[in-house]
């Protein structure tokens, strides 16, 4: 099985090395556990460029938890936000906001348009207690320009609330240079390891003002609580602990292979793919992507029966799209232990996949 799916990734061996290892999860309310913790946060804040004051919660949950978690501490239905919405993670936050009475005004992003000071210029005149979006809007792969959006909330004095959960560990970002007050990673994509864990990093500001005294209607999101027991790197309830470990591991190979070489290395697997489409009757979308995958666009409408031949003839997964686009639209992962063979591969693959594609449809 070769997975080209933006998560769960196929994994770095440092992290099997540890999967493979643990025979059972340790008991972990212990000073050892307590350390490895601490450790894998000082690696998680330092690659996040989170900046002095900042901390993070650990939750036992998926990606969406992390989302909503956020929304509930740090915004009130006193406030109103302004969402970017591009695709399935953007509604996403729409729908939470609708779920806690959070109003909110949206900056759609149709589908295959990019994102431009033109499409934020109508909101400009308005207020807003914050900005919330999703990076790299994983279904459709763009990546939204993080200076833009910043010197908007820098002007407007909004917060910055960022989904990094695709790009994070993909495309590079720095919490403090874009004035970032909440940011939300999981583990099944950016860190590649098993989901099941999820992280948001606050700012020293956000916890100041927003976190500290806030009044939430919660037991398990209570970020308070979160924060409180990690000053000794440990959470409330119990943690994913497996895949805490797996974090450290993950974590601690980027660290000692560095940052700028990491996202190097992803930067290239992406750009190695996009060239060697070129080969294939497809293209790609025409706005700013992210390195963490490529969106492919398929003449005709053969996406989803080319991602059944490749599981089913090749043990190779590739990420179908929703909706509109199912059946034009594949997604292809570039994090992940992943290498410029396996491109080479998938895209011969692909080749014959579109072939037995078209035949069938005749
Ligand atoms: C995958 C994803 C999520 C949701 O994560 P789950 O772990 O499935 O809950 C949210 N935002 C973005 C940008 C994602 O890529």
């Not at 997975?3 to 769960?8: D, N, Q, R």
């Not at 949950?61 to 009130?76: K, P, Q, R």
Request: hydrophobic share 50%.
């Amino acid at each position: 099985m070769k997975l080209f799916t933006v998560g769960p990734t196929e994994m770095p061996a440092a992290v099997r090395a540890v999967r493979a290892a643990a025979d059972s999860v340790p008991y972990f309310r212990t000073e050892e556990f307590s350390a490895l913790m601490l450790e894998t946060d000082e690696w998680l804040r330092e690659l996040a460029h989170a900046g002095e004051g900042a901390k993070t919660v650990y939750l036992t949950a998926s990606g969406t938890a992390a989302m909503e978690a956020a929304v509930m501490n740090v915004l009130t239905p006193a406030d109103r936000v302004l969402i970017v919405n591009g695709g399935t993670f953007g509604q996403r936050f729409v729908d939470i906001c609708t779920v806690h009475g959070i109003a909110y005004d949206e900056v759609r992003v149709l589908a295959g348009a990019t994102l431009t000071a033109e499409l934020l210029a109508p909101f400009a005149t308005q207020d807003y207690a914050a900005l919330l979006v999703n990076i790299d809007e994983t279904s459709t792969g763009q990546i939204y320009d993080v200076k833009m959006l910043a010197d908007f909330c820098q002007r407007k004095n909004m917060y910055f609330i960022v989904d990094a959960i695709s790009s994070f560990l993909a495309d590079p970002l720095d919490m403090v240079a874009s004035g970032i007050d909440v940011l939300i990673i999981s583990s099944q994509k950016g860190p590649c390891i098993s989901p099941g864990l999820a992280m948001v990093i606050l700012s020293a500001r956000i916890i100041a003002e927003r976190v500290a005294g806030n009044n939430i209607k919660s037991l398990y999101f209570d970020f308070k609580d979160y924060l409180r027991n990690f000053t000794r790197g440990q959470t409330p309830y119990t943690p994913a602990v497996g895949i805490c470990i797996e974090l450290h591991a993950a974590l601690e190979r980027i660290v000692q292979v560095g940052l700028s070489e990491h996202l190097a290395s992803v930067a290239k697997l992406a750009t190695d793919f996009r060239a060697r489409l070129r080969e294939l009757p497809v293209s790609i979308p025409d706005y700013p992507l992210s390195n963490a995958l490529t969106p492919v666009v398929f003449v005709e409408p053969i996406a989803y029966r080319v991602f059944e031949i490749l599981k089913a003839e090749y043990d190779i997964f590739v990420n179908p799209t929703g909706g509109a686009t199912a059946n034009t639209v594949l997604r292809v992962a570039h994090i992940g232990a992943l290498t410029v063979a396996d491109n080479a591969q998938l895209v011969n693959y692909m080749r014959l996949a579109i072939e037995q594609a078209r035949n069938e449809a005749k």
